[in-house]
């Protein structure tokens, strides 16, 4: 009797519960591996098979709340009653990126794609570039329209330049403002692009990409100027990975790259240059200066470099806190010899919700290491210059047994002045290394009023630290800084070099803002308001240290009058903006924001930074709703006024003294004093403004099958930083930073995405980007002609080749105009007389092209069919030039044939066989020879993959990937790269073919 009763309460236990199947498919109708499927509020759950099909068992009659979700996809909620065994239960999810109802990030907090008003382009994780991306930029490289994203060089962790409808300034900055989890990051980069954070190329790269879910690109003033002061370039605004409800999913990602150079610059072979050499000595001076080697200087610096990459993440949900916690290790080899990258990365997000929902929580901290090793990058245009007769070792120890060029009169080191060293001794007889630490994290809690839940009061508490310390030591057998080249009071020879430095970081933020969001039915609208404040303090302290031969002994006059040194300052604003709609038609955003800074005199140190945008969904409209063909329509029309502090110093305001070195002692009897030094004074400095008008559509056609946007803008900048003279005895320098005039970026963009193909196993995606760009400096008052020159160049003291003036392109380059014979050759120091008056100098320079490109073009491709997917990246540049220093200093006989120093040959660029210019003048590297056009197309990306399905009895899913970055360029331009960010073409490290293997495993 016992045993029945038993029996029969399992059986009716079992009759009162069920199950609940179903499949989840995507926008194509493909189903969904591995999508996550729970009932609301509670951990049970399950996850799909290979076939998007899902059960769940053993639940309760009764009815619930399902959630389907999927990584970049919108989650989707349905309601569901079981009262048998078994209900089922389908879910068509709609990718993130495409939707219309997609939340997009903006500043201070989140907007519905179809309600945006202003110019913001957003990026998702299934969108990104694959294959070996070590810095976060890279992900979205050519994906959006106006926006320009150019590697600084190949070397390990160097970064992008990022430019954002162009710059807005010529001597501050033109960095966008990255804000990562609602932390707006300080600046830190400096206005020629060199990084801040000492030891470390790119700070960016202290940020491991595979943490990040999506970008928000702010491109007009209307979306930026909620960031007041920083917004003047754009606004980046990237939002890292969060935790899922469900049970722990654990992911696993792995890449192994081999990288390789893709093309050497073109120098003559030793058997070319002998044959050079014995065509232009007739005396036979040269000729015994040849050796029997026959070198590749570049295949000896350079090699084949192998890295890896491996992260690991668990996200899911332990009671009431969602969470995930990710590890990732990058380990990174550069194709040029002693250049190398190692980042250890860990981030944790928790983000739990109390009171019934009333209260967010979020917790964010991302932790990195970077350590990295700089090489000598002098070796690269070394390995140009050097002899390729002689061999790489001497066959002696003498300069670490590297063959150097000597000279027996040059005692005590013996070492030929003016002469290139062995670039294989300056890269291995040279040790820089840097060990790198960042800490961002914030602490954000939003609470809903429970007596007004429209209402919301939101906090965020952050912190974003670092510390860069390292070493740069140089042997001092090395020829560079050879032992005997420094003799002591006690006739003791020392040499090399022994440096380190230390610098910290600490940026604090404290946000609070209120908003209140209501659906007002009565008028058919819907607000959203909100008012805050910001107070955020940036410190910077660099410690100072004295130098040090490498013996440990210490260099003279080396002692810092300092042990350190702090850098502040503090920013304070206020800001609101109201969203508001019609009838769910027409939109208005308007913006303001009123900052303080501490870098600007008390007398002008707020500024305020308004905005307005409209918007009118014109196919919501009577006359075109439901077409089948127009599926969707918005006009957008905004202006707004956003601002740039950053360029300038924090106390440049200040009439202050510095004390000067040891090496600016004056002596008063028997003791040396240092004196104080006053500093250059502007005290009127304030920020220089931008004012944007945009005027855009965004658009889509057949269900959205085809979506992009048009955007026509125009930039007006004034009160411009730049470097500018001081008439002598005006000031306590000869040059300083301050406002002067104005310039304008002018262009249109334009991005259309296609579903070509949409069927059940076979699906093609293409999209298609292009930007027209053009800059122009209308004002400079007080500055003379030429303007304001930049662009250095190798080959002669202090010469530059660019300048900004009005009436020009900023950054133009200001060249010589050279005359050609009829086969079409330079002809030796013949230029245009320009001015006419019989002599070729400075007054015949004129204004010729820009590095900046007229248009910039971004393509991707992607199909997918049954479990394959392959795809492409690629983006072109056109209308840019560049100044080809190589061969202006390296492709000219005097370059070549050396008479100082008792006379050397130097190997050289070939363009010397096709112009066999002499440059035995200074005018010669000014001509407009040099300038080439530098338009090109590059295949970024392309890639293969194949997802291998459920393996270790369903409860994981493997993908497996091959990629191939910088696959090919073709171009008109005869150096190594034509892709240079400040379009002089010098020294630079060459970007590497890259081969990838990857693997994705997910384990639920």
Sequence with gaps: MLLFALLLMSGLTFAQTGSITGKVVDEHQQPLPGATVVLQGSTIGTTTDANGVFRISNVKRGTYNLVASFISYNSLTKSVTLSGATVAVDFDLQPASKALNEIVV???????????????????????????????EQLIQGKVPGVSIISNSGAPGSGSTIRIRGG??????????????GVPIDNTRNPDGTSR?????????????????????????SAAAIYGNRASNGVIIITTKKGQSGKPVITF??????????????????????????????????????????????????????????????????????????????????????????????????SPSLFDKHLKINFNASGAHVHQRFANESAISSAVFMNPTVPVYSGNSNYGGYWQWLDPNNSPTYLKLNTPKNPVGLLNQEDNRSDVYRLISNLQLDYRFHFLPDLHANVNFAYDGTRGQGHDNISDSSATNYRKSYLDSNKVYHGGKRSIY??????????????????????NSHINVIAGYSYQDVAVTVFNYPGYFYDGAQTPNSTPNYAYSLDENKLQSYYGRLIYSYADKYLLTATIRRDGSSKFDKSGRYGTFPSVALGWKISEEDFLKNNPVLSNLKLRVEY????????????????????????????????????????PYYPGRTWEQTATANVGFDYGFLEDRITGSIDYFHRKT??????????????????????????????????????????QDLSWNVGF???????????????????????????????????????????????????????????????????????????????????????????????????????????????????????????????????????????????????????????????????????????????????????????????ISANVNNVFLITKYSGVDPEIANGVDNNFYPRPRTFVLGLNLSVR
């Design 168 to 181: 807005a300034s010529i001597s501050g900055s033109n960095n966008p403002l990255i804000v990562i989890d």
């Design 718 to 759: 004034t009160h411009l930083l730049a470097v500018i003279n001081q008439p002598a005895g005006t000031n306590f320098s000869n040059q300083i930073t301050g406002n002067v005039g104005d310039m304008t970026n002018s262009g249109v963009e334009f991005s259309i995405n296609g579903q070509v193909i949409k069927q």
């Design 769 to 959: 980007n292009v930007t027209y760009n053009r800059n122009k400096v209308t004002s400079l008052p007080g500055v003379s002609y030429p303007g304001i020159a930049d662009g250095a160049i190798s080959g002669g003291t202090g010469s530059k080749i660019e300048t900004s003036f009005t009436g020009y392109p900023v950054h133009s380059f200001y060249v010589l105009q050279q005359v050609y014979n009829a086969a079409g050759q330079p002809i030796e120091n013949l230029f245009v007389d320009r001015n006419g008056d019989g002599t070729i100098n400075a007054s015949d320079l004129y204004f010729y092209k820009s590095p900046d490109p007229k248009f910039y073009f971004g393509f991707s491709s992607d199909v997918n069919y049954k479990k394959w997917n392959a795809g492409f990246v690629a983006r072109a540049n056109l209308g840019n030039y560049a100044y080809n220093n190589i061969a202006s200093n390296a492709g000219v006989v005097a370059s070549m044939l050396q008479s100082v120093s008792g006379g050397f040959v130097n190997n050289g660029s070939t363009a010397v066989l096709k112009s066999n210019l002499t440059g035995n003048t200074s005018n010669d590297r000014l001509s407009d020879y040099y300038i080439e056009n530098a338009s090109f197309l590059r295949m970024d990306n392309v890639h293969i993959g194949y997802n291998v399905g459920k393996l270790f009895n369903g409860s994981a899913d493997l993908k």
């Design 197 to 221: 954070i000492s030891g470390v190329a790119d700070p960016l790269s202290l940020i491991n990409p595979n943490d990040i879910e999506s970008f928000s690109i702010l491109k007009d003033a």
């Design 253 to 350: 990602s792995a890449q192994a790259s081999m990288s390789k150079l893709p093309k050497e610059a073109s120098v003559l072979s030793a058997s070319q240059f002998r044959s050079f050499v014995a065509a232009h000595d007739s005396s036979g001076f040269y000729t015994k200066f040849l050796g029997n080697a026959n070198t590749d200087w570049q295949k000896e610096i350079y090699q084949t470099a192998y890295s890896t990459d491996d992260n690991v993440g668990v996200s899911g949900t332990t009671g009431i806190l969602p969470y995930r916690v990710s590890v990732g290790f990058t380990d990174q080899n550069g194709i040029l010899k002693t250049s190398s990258l190692q980042r250890n990365t860990a981030n944790i997000n928790l």
């Design 640 to 679: 707004g006024v956003t601002g740039n502090q950053d360029g300038i110093g924090n106390y440049d305001y200040l009439a202050d003294y510095t004390l000067s070195g040891k090496t600016g002692s004056y002596q008063l009897g028997n003791t040396y004093y240092q004196g104080y030094r006053p500093s």
């Design 502 to 523: 230390k610098q910290t970081s600490a940026n604090k933020l404290f946000e609070g803002y209120l908003s209140y969001d209501k659906q007002i039915k009565s008028i």
């Design 106 to 136: 903006i500043g201070y907090g989140t907007v519905r794609k179809t309600d945006l008003t202003g110019s913001v382009a957003n990026v998702t994780a299934k969108d990104f570039n694959q294959g070996a991306n070590t810095t976060p």
